[in-house]
């Protein structure tokens, strides 16, 4: 399972409008198309990649909770790394992006971080 690249960071924000503008102005992202999730939010672009998503919560997260939720790693070999994780016996959860053709392996490392490798929803098996 060759990893491609780092796709994006998540972060949650209690300042969603503000970290968008802020994102725009020094950096330059723009806002781009982002699945209908039940959760406010923005994806900021680099070009045509979504690099930075933006989570909206009701407070801004507070000393140990977290700011940055997950990163995700975009992959190619579905099957083979579906096969990789059963034989090591690591627990994952396979999700469809809605409206994206992107299929999502969550995984979390043994210090609890979450992350989730990003395949190609054409790569997904048939009894999956």
């Known amino acids: 399972m060759p990893i491609r690249s780092l796709d994006h960071v998540n972060v949650r924000t209690a300042q969603l409008a503000e970290m968008i503008r802020w994102y725009g102005d020094v950096l330059g992202l723009h806002t781009g198309p982002r699945p209908d999730f039940p959760f406010g ?21 507070q000393a140990g909770d977290l700011k940055l939720e997950h990163f995700a790693l975009g992959a ?13 016996d690591v ?11 992107i ?20 790569e997904l098996p048939d009894n999956a």
């Open 41 to 61: 939010g923005a994806w900021l672009y680099i070009g045509d990649q979504p690099a930075i998503h933006l989570v909206e919560v009701s407070q801004e997260p």
């Open 76 to 88: 190619s070999g579905l099957p083979d790394f579906l096969s990789n994780l059963e034989a090591l």
């Open 91 to 101: 627990e994952y959860d396979l999700q469809r992006v809605p409206g994206f053709p």
């Open 103 to 122: 299929v999502q392996i969550n995984i979390f490392d043994p210090d609890g971080n979450h992350i989730h490798v990003d395949f190609d929803a054409s």
